[in-house]
């Protein structure tokens, strides 16, 4: 072998990557040295064969790696690993000592034991490093961003005191998967669980922990530290034995799907007993009903959940204690969203809306690529009847730019999104979006053909939109229909002519979260009045998920018992749940009762009936509020009971009065009682406008009993209704 050694160009080694075989029920891999480059390595002829020499790179390490143009070749001895050049020019590992150590190990039954070395090898290598700017906004010293080392300072101080779930409110692009990996690494020992939403977010999150994504390059954590030993489950198990993949890595990652449906939800406890720790990303799914019940397994784990919007758009609540939230006005501030810009156009007819807002959002990308810019359009449609009908408007307005078609009946096609990262599509349509937590910078028009409903999926959607890259990535722009009469009314504002996009959202986004905020707070001090957690047949009532209405009677009363409020059940009826939050007053409790059933004698056919009570005290003003879904009666006992013996049923003329605040009052429901009418005594009246309807004849000899209709109050339109007897309703949902 020669001695003589030379020094080259830049090398690009690629990662070295270890599998673990085929598993059951996934993959377990490790990259056992992360890619790197080497600007100048040293290098010497190394002969591989009596009559073959190769090249050989010896490292600062004195690692000896060679490159060979050959697809297979035996690893000579001397030589630590061995790299193969394609016809594209990128290197390729054909084998590398660390790789047979790691097969070794895992033949051996060591892997266990692997992890945990891994695991010991993390002990407080976590620096604390915050990123630092110039005045120009320049990064001067890498590290990590406000949000990022704010949330996991936070993380720590929650997990040193509590185990109760967790969340983290960090808006898109402020850096939510770098801080679960420094998290990984500061604060969790054992094994870790990712769940996350869909198999696109569920692939892209184990590269991140696999690779511990930019924590090496922005000097949190010191080079050549350990990477984890990552499993991905693709396929449910189905038996105790299939668990062993979480007996082997640092982290699992998985799907809700995979994890807790089907065959494997009898195995979540088993999984819970494994597991160290509990990451939920977009934790805006964790309140449907599968997620709500896998996550409760985890009570004696720590569990955090991830999202950038902590509210749903059916209006379920994600619980769990906000411990940090960085508003969306300082992720603006900060630069770490990219300004928005709005192009309204205006068609009263829905065909002629589509090719308006189709030929606008072709324009700005023609116009965004004259200045060099590296963008995307994507079409949002509600139907896959409706993403077709666009896509062939696309497709005849600019065939050039091969638009995308991407939706549950049309899967993304391999090589689908490699075409829209080169540039060879240009514009995708889809219904809703692109898959939770889906990352692709040059998305940045917006074409909304159809509006949202909610401000959730709002803010999920122009997230994509807003993320901050290189260069060749601008501003976002969103293009809409301001003419469409679809839009809610909680969105309205955002679709008028002159709406500054940056201020609108920035607006709900605080303000839902204040809210969010708020009702977490309620329900974490309401104490538990009942010892009852399930039914006899396993139904467990979970707070989160009432939906009280907003109706009720008015009782004026000088005191509040809510102790007594069982005193006015009677026999027939059980109380499941009761909570009491104390500083509010406010007593809120689920009972059952089962009656027998109308349409038959037998004493064994019974109906079952759960109601809602709510019930709140204002000292202030001795009124004492009483809602509940049972209307049967004005429950008039129970508020006695709670109240005192002295309390007076707030009815007659002066409830109407609840209705002087509201602007613009229109009726739709008027009920009068008739006075001096022998063979009439009630009447009742529907339809729009309908007060200027009615006659001064048949207004004579009425006195009312009812009125219900819509108006503005405080500029927020409402829905409001009330009665003689004293009833007050809205419907509208807490």
């Known amino acids: 072998m020669s001695t003589h050694i030379s020094t080259i160009g830049p090398l690009w080694i690629p990662p070295l990557i270890a599998l673990a075989g085929r598993h059951e029920v996934g993959t377990v891999r490790q990259i056992l040295r992360p890619a790197c480059m080497l600007a100048s390595p040293d ?80 002990t407080d290598i976590v620096r604390y490093r915050a990123e630092q700017l110039d005045c120009n906004g320049r990064v001067t010293r890498p590290g990590l961003r406000p949000p990022q080392i704010g949330a996991l300072h936070a993380i720590g101080a929650h997990w040193s005191q509590y185990h109760h779930p967790a969340t983290v409110v960090m808006p898109t692009g402020t850096g939510k998967t770098e801080t679960m990996l420094a998290a990984l690494l500061a604060h969790v020992s054992g094994p870790l669980l990712v769940i996350v939403p869909s198999q696109s977010v569920r692939d892209q999150i184990a590269q991140k922990f696999l690779s511990l994504g930019l924590l090496e390059e922005l000097g949190i954590i010191p080079d050549g530290v350990p990477r984890p030993i990552v499993g991905v489950i693709t396929k449910r198990p189905s038996s105790v034995d299939h668990l062993d993949i979480f007996d082997h890595c640092n982290v699992i990652v998985s799907t809700m799907a995979a994890v807790g449906q089907g065959t494997a939800a009898d195995l979540i406890s088993e999984i819970a007993a494994r597991v160290d720790a509990l990451i939920v990303d977009e934790a805006h799914h964790v309140p449907a009903d599968s997620w709500s019940g896998f996550r409760e397994r985890f009570a004696e784990r720590r569990v955090l959940q991830f999202t950038a919007t902590p509210y749903r758009r059916d209006g379920q609540l994600v619980d769990g204690t906000v411990i940090y939230s960085y508003p969306l ?12 810009s709005f192009i309204p156009v205006y068609e009263i007819d829905p065909e002629e809306g589509d090719n308006a807002i189709a030929d606008a959002a072709i324009e700005k990308l023609k116009a965004d690529l004259g200045k060099g810019l590296n963008h995307l359009v994507m079409a949002r449609c509600e139907s896959i009847a409706r993403a077709q009908r666009v896509h062939a408007i696309y497709q005849r307005l600019a065939p050039d730019y091969d638009p995308l078609l991407i939706h549950s009946d049309e899967p993304m096609k391999p090589g689908a ?36 409903k909610s401000l959730a999926v709002l803010l999920q959607f122009t997230g994509r939109f807003t993320r901050v890259a290189n260069a060749e990535i601008g501003d976002a722009t969103v293009i809409a229909n301001i003419a469409d009469q679809r839009v809610s009314d909680a969105l309205d504002r955002l679709y008028s002519e002159d709406a500054d996009w940056n201020a609108l959202l920035s607006e709900f986004s605080s303000k839902a979260i204040r809210e969010h905020e708020a009702l977490l707070e309620f329900l974490t001090a309401s104490r538990d009045m009942c010892a009852a957690d399930k039914d006899d047949d396993g139904t467990a009532i979970a707070r989160s998920l009432l939906r009280p209405t907003f109706s009720a009677v008015v009782f004026r009363s000088d005191s509040f018992r809510p102790k007594k409020f069982h005193e006015a059940l009677g026999n027939q009826v059980s109380v499941r749940a009761a909570w009491l939050h104390e500083p509010s007053q406010t007593l809120h409790f689920v009972t059952r009762s089962e009656p027998q059933v109308a349409w038959s004698r037998s004493k064994q056919l019974r109906d079952r009936q759960w109601d ?67 063979n009439l005594r009630y009447a009742m009246y529907t339809g729009a406008e309908v007060e200027q309807a009615l006659t001064i004849a048949e207004k004579a000899g009425s006195v009312k009993s009812n009125l219900s209709g819509s108006g503005y109050e405080d500029g927020q339109p409402v829905t409001i209704g009330c009665s003689y007897k004293g009833c007050i309703w809205s419907c509208e949902h807490v």
């Open 612 to 678: 809602l009570f709510v019930l709140h005290h204002d000292p202030s003003r001795k009124l004492l509020y009483l809602h509940s879904s049972d209307t049967s009666s004005l429950h008039e006992e129970l508020a006695r009971a709670v109240g005192g013996e002295k309390i007076q049923l707030i009815h007659g003329e002066i409830v109407f009065r609840t209705l002087g605040n509201i602007k613009r009052l229109v009726f739709q429901n008027i009920g009068v009682r008739k006075v001096g009418r022998r």
């Open 43 to 122: 290098s010497e002829p190394f002969c591989v064969s009596p009559r073959r020499s190769e090249t050989a790179y010896v490292l600062a390490t004195g690692e000896r790696l060679i490159v060979t143009e050959r697809q297979r070749c035996p690893q000579p001895v001397g030589v630590d690993g061995l790299l193969t050049r394609h016809h594209d020019g990128q290197l390729y590992w054909l084998s590398h000592q660390l790789v047979d150590d790691f097969k070794e190990q895992v033949r051996a039954g060591r892997l266990t034991q692997r992890r945990d070395d891994i695991a010991n090898s993390w």
């Open 329 to 340: 006005h300082r992720a603006q501030q900060d630069g770490y969203f990219k300004r928005i």
């Open 417 to 452: 999104i490699d075409r829209l990262r080169a540039g060879g599509s240009r514009i995708v349509v889809c219904v809703d979006m692109l898959g939770e937590g889906f990352d692709l910078a040059q998305l940045k028009i917006a074409a909304i053909h159809d509006t949202h």
